[in-house]
T-cell receptor, first 110, second 119 residues
């Protein structure tokens, strides 16, 4: 079946460091790809999405590009802030359900 | 003007009890979902309803029974609660049930979650 694999965390960075969280997927067809973020004690918020190959999703300084050739959707941000500390989930659409990766905890220190 | 709301936010109960979690969305969406997040933060689909009709049932024990009185509400009733049911339960909604519809139809909007603790 379809699946998503994310890099294990936690990822600990200093403020203003560059962030990459790797995400690869296995899927039949061409699913939409998503990054969701969960801040401490809160629900999931859509961070960005891409619906077809070579699409780039971006929001709040985060971006990810749908790479069909490498089946990847890595999340990047050029300069992280303490307020970016959260759990980040990569997901794909499988029919009309979302299949999530295991989540990556990001901790940003000031 | 919360988009997807859930009640209660916290639920602490004894093993063997029956409890319900309620979900409402005011986005006018056709499709609603329940997801379970375990203690390791792993998220998995449980159910999906489209316009009050059950679409997805992901091998969830039949102690869990979703009910959708109208397309804006999807409630989750759990009978005979067990320790392993302790988790955070998230409700979500999306505009439309239809593969390949493009646009925003497959984007899901999540509620704040209900943390269930079974003692």
């Amino acid at each position: 079946g379809n699946s998503v694999t994310q890099m294990e965390g936690p990822v600990t960075l200093s403020e203003e460091a560059f962030l990459t969280i790797n995400c690869t997927y296995t899927a039949t067809g061409y699913p939409s790809l998503f990054w969701y973020v969960q801040y401490p004690g809160e629900g999931l918020q859509l961070l960005l999405k891409a619906t077809k190959a070579d699409d780039k999703g971006s929001n709040k300084g985060f971006e990810a590009t749908y790479r069909k050739e490498t089946t990847s959707f890595h999340l990047e941000k050029g300069s992280v802030q303490v307020s970016d500390s959260a759990v980040y989930f990569c997901a794909l659409s499988d029919g009309n359900k979302l299949v999530f990766g295991a989540g990556t905890i990001l901790r940003v220190k000031s | 003007d919360t988009a997807v709301s859930q009640t209660p936010k916290y639920l602490v109960t004894q093993m063997g009890n029956d409890k319900s979690i309620k979900c409402e969305q005011n986005l006018g969406h056709d499709t609603m979902y329940w997801y379970k997040q375990d203690s390791k933060k792993f998220l998995k689909i449980m159910f999906s309803y489209n316009n009050k009709e059950l679409i997805i049932n992901e091998t969830v024990p039949n102690r869990f029974s979703p009910k959708s009185p109208d397309k804006a509400h999807l409630n989750l009733h759990i009978n005979s609660l067990e320790l392993g049911d302790s988790a955070v339960y998230f409700c979500a909604s999306s505009p439309y049930w239809g593969v390949g519809s493009g646009g925003d139809t497959d984007t899901q909007y999540f509620g704040p979650g209900t943390r269930l603790t079974v003692l």
